[in-house]
């Protein structure tokens, strides 16, 4: 018999996250364990995804929600719960966990070359808000590094701040050798968007994730059919549920990019609809993580990898933490790595997983 548990860990930041929305300094995040009553040391985990301020379920009622999630499947309920659409990130831990125990606990939820070690995932550098020497810091930490593609968070600084620091990295680096992708996280005012967007046009940007705040749907088509930045979509996605929804949105906006977080979207199953949808319109994509510790970021990254897009995603955020989970996940350079040598540590649950 399956039974269900829930479980929450509390993790540091080795350094201040910084977006638009704040700084973020520690984050909980809550797991679902799936077990059998006679194997349960083989249990398979689901991470939330909650992201404070962000993500969709990030409201009144999601532990309630959640603990009633774990109840149905402990009173052998294990149909799926349509009203959970509203609830991305319990769809994301529900899905990952029933996948890993059909695994046997062993969290190679899709085996490819990259969970046998022969093949890797290519990243960008992620460079967050801060004063302008501390993003300079990160810059040359990432440079040094060898990344061949940053992604940097702006709209904390002054313009004519981030305006230096990108006007020096196009001066030392040029396209050709190094990838620029900015993030405003909704950061501009409408009306001060096109000319924000011409002015960042000088620096030969790959492109510029959410200029606006999402939600303005008029707006945004308009500013990407008229802006010299190629435009991403990112948190225009979430809290869009259907096939019929996203493929409209898309349709209407015609982006040139969507940036996809399966645990703020519902899960692998929602991501993998929305790049079907972006293929079927021409638009281009690629994943990125929203601060999910190392079992979250498994998931995420072995899905990524039988995508086969060659595209630098944004599967770094792991290493932020002080204490992640011990993983075969890996950082070198600019590549994302399982060693199928190393052994999941998974000590962190053993006061809920039943012996």
């Known amino acids: 018999m399956i039974k269900a ?13 910084t977006t638009s929305r704040g700084t973020f300094l ?10 059998h009553t006679d194997e349960p040391a083989m249990a398979g985990i689901g991470e939330c995804s909650l992201f404070p301020g962000l993500s969709f379920d990030d409201r009144k009622g999601f532990e309630q929600r959640l603990q009633e999630a774990v109840d149905r499947i402990n009173q052998g309920d294990f149909s799926t719960d349509a009203s959970l659409l509203d609830w991305p990130s319990i769809n994301f831990a529900l899905e990952t966990a029933w996948k890993d125990i059909r695994v046997f606990g ?35 930490q990432r440079i040094e590094e060898g990344f061949t593609c940053l992604k940097l ?14 006007n020096y990295l196009r001066k030392e680096y040029p396209a050709d050798e190094l990838e620029i992708r900015v993030d405003a996280n909704g950061a501009f005012r409408l009306r001060d968007a096109p000319e924000m967007l011409n002015i960042l046009s000088k ?31 990112d948190e225009e996605l979430i809290g869009i549920h259907t096939s019929a929804a996203r ?44 601060l999910e510790t190392n079992i979250g970021m498994n998931a995420i990254a072995q ?7 060659p595209t ?39 006061d809920i997983i039943p012996q």
């Not at 792991?318 to 999941?344: C, M, Q, T, V």
Request: glycine share 6%; proline share 6%; with cysteine.
């Open 312 to 350: 630098a995603h944004g599967l770094s955020t792991g290493a932020l933490y002080a204490e992640n989970i011990p993983s075969p996940l890996y950082l070198f350079g600019e590549r994302l790595y399982f060693d199928p040598d190393r052994k999941w540590d998974l000590s962190a649950f053993d």
């Open 153 to 166: 968070k702006i709209g904390s600084l002054r313009l004519d701040e981030e305006i230096e620091i990108l």
């Open 247 to 290: 493929r409209n949105l898309i349709e209407i906006i015609k982006p040139q990019y969507i940036v996809l977080k399966p645990g703020l979207l519902g899960g692998i199953a929602s991501a993998a609809d929305w790049v079907n949808a972006a293929r079927e319109s021409g638009t281009s994509w690629w994943v990125t993580s929203a």
């Open 203 to 233: 620096y030969d940007l790959h492109s510029i994730e959410q200029p606006i705040p999402a939600g303005h749907v008029e707006a945004m088509a308009n500013l990407c059919e008229s802006s010299p930045v190629p435009i991403a979509l």
């Open 26 to 35: 520690k984050k909980k995040v809550q797991y679902i364990l799936l077990y």
């Open 303 to 309: 899905w990524t990898f039988t995508l086969n897009n």
């Open 5 to 17: 548990r829930l479980t929450h860990r509390e993790f540091q930041f080795r350094r201040p996250a």
């Open 106 to 140: 062993s969290k190679i939820l899709y085996p490819s070359d990259f969970t046998e070690g022969k093949d890797s995932i290519g990243i960008n550098g992620l460079i967050w808000m801060d004063d302008r020497e501390g993003m300079n810091r990160q810059i040359r």
